[in-house]
């Protein structure tokens, strides 16, 4: 099913042929442009409006394909991916944006870049099943943004840099070429200049922007709210409120995977399940000691396989006690039954 109306948004035949596996005479998609509590903003193929949350079995999050009835949402289309961090104590999750093909991770070069705050959205990403990649804007404040962009290479390998001097409108036209037909989204700490870039990309002023205080480089929350926007090339951008803190919400295999050069080591230590903590044998170790990977970087792995292994440890809790709940509450009703039958 072709529909023009929503091309622009990422309608494509992966998305036509989930929809019709659930189209009635009376239903349409739309794509989520917003989450407003009790309604979310949809884009449909003839309007832009509210519609009602129904029993979907999961919330909504922005950027989902789904089914409308009349004005209420009664179908969530199989999700292509999912972007979600741990909040708190790890013990919940935070749904980001669904079905993005690429997380930009957007850091200033007005401030010092922290590696681990990278690490952690590289590991969201690689859990999301997207394609990270690291934008570096305000290129324009330093003396060398080749070199910034060096140190920040080697701080995450294999993940893509791109520089950019936005309000100079420099490297802003070679990313929004990229994202044809795609959907991005934007995530990193406020004062960034995600509302900047946003701007920039769409070409009008749709995020308000806020002055960067001189002291310490630190950015107000402008964007209250996760928006789509739809790109002049057809692709789509999500924007993103400013995020502090970057919980781990994933296991331990894609965490793994976000940390390709410890994992490559670790191929060649001598016990398979090695922790990388003074094993014999422990390739990666014997790599810090000879100066090809950073202590740093094995640090940080270790923290995020802990964060991890913790979090399943309380997914797999909670899911003990829900399913103890449910069968005392099972036993219960079978005793009712048994004692009215007497």
């Known amino acids: 099913m072709r529909v023009p109306e929503l091309e622009p948004y990422g309608w494509n035949e992966r998305w036509a042929s989930a929809y019709d596996a659930v189209a009635t005479a009376t239903s349409a ?41 009349l004005d209420t949402a009664v179908h969530l289309l199989p999700r292509s991916s999912l972007l979600r961090r741990g909040i708190g104590d790890g013990s919940s999750e935070q749904v980001l944006a669904a079905n993005v ?12 870049v922290k590696p681990g705050r990278l690490e952690r959205f590289v590991a969201l990403a690689t859990d999301a099943g997207a394609e990270p990649i690291v934008v570096l804007t305000k290129a324009d404040l330093v003396e060398s943004p080749e070199a910034a962009a060096a140190d920040v290479g080697a701080a995450v390998p294999d993940v893509e840099i791109v520089t950019l001097a936005t309000k100079a409108g420099v490297g802003v036209a070679d990313l929004l070429e990229r994202l044809a037909d795609r959907t991005m989204v934007l995530v990193g700490e406020s004062g960034a200049g995600k509302s900047t870039l946003v701007n920039a990309l769409i070409g009008d002023e749709v995020a308000a922007t ?10 107000r929350h402008t964007t209250t709210s996760r928006n789509l926007h739809r790109l002049p090339n057809g692709g789509a951008l999500i924007d993103t409120p400013g995020i502090r803190s970057v919980g781990v919400w994933t296991d331990a295999d894609t965490v793994d995977a976000s940390f390709v050069d410890v994992d490559d080591l670790a191929d060649a230590c001598r016990f398979r399940d090695c922790a990388h903590a003074g094993e014999p044998g422990c390739a990666v170790q014997a790599a810090v000691d000879a100066g090809e990977l950073d202590q740093r970087r094995l640090d940080a792995w270790t923290a995020m396989r802990r964060e991890a292994d913790a979090a399943m440890l309380r997914a797999d809790e909670h899911a003990r006690r829900k399913a103890e709940r449910r069968f005392g509450r099972v036993v219960k009703d079978a005793q009712k039954r048994k004692g009215r039958d007497r």
């Not at 832009?48 to 989902?64: F, T």
């Not at 930009?104 to 007005?110: E, R, S, T």
């Not at 806020?210 to 950015?219: L, N, P, S, T, Y």
């Open 210 to 219: 806020g002055r960067v205080r001189d002291v310490d480089a630190k950015g």
């Open 29 to 69: 998609p739309g794509r989520v442009l917003r989450h407003d509590g009790v309604a979310v903003l949809v884009a449909r193929p003839d309007r832009i409006d509210h519609v009602a949350l129904g029993n979907l079995g999961e919330p909504l999050a922005v950027g989902d394909w789904i089914s409308v009835e």
């Open 101 to 112: 093909d690429v997380v930009a991770i957007v850091a200033g070069l007005d401030r010092p």
